[in-house]
């Protein structure tokens, strides 16, 4: 299992905390996206993967709350 690191959370009242994650996280889709089409995936298809799995985690903790 890999490991990953994030840094902290930002502080400040301008900071944008979205864009902060996305550039924590777009390393990383970047290289399972680029691991995904060399085993012959369409890439479309995984990036569409991400978004509705993204989508399913927010909807359950919505459920949780």
Do not use: H, T
Not at 8 to 27: F, I, K, T, Y
Not at 40 to 48: F, N, Q, R, T
Request: proline residues 5%; negative net charge; glycine residues 8%.
């Amino acid at each position: 299992m890999v490991k990953f690191n994030f840094d902290g959370p930002p502080v400040g009242d301008a900071v944008d905390m979205s864009a902060e994650c996305q550039r924590q996280l777009l390393p990383l889709l970047r290289e399972i996206v680029q691991a995904a089409v060399a085993a012959g995936w369409s890439e479309e298809d995984v990036l569409l993967g991400f978004v509705e799995l993204a989508w399913d985690l927010y909807e359950r903790r919505r459920g949780d709350s």
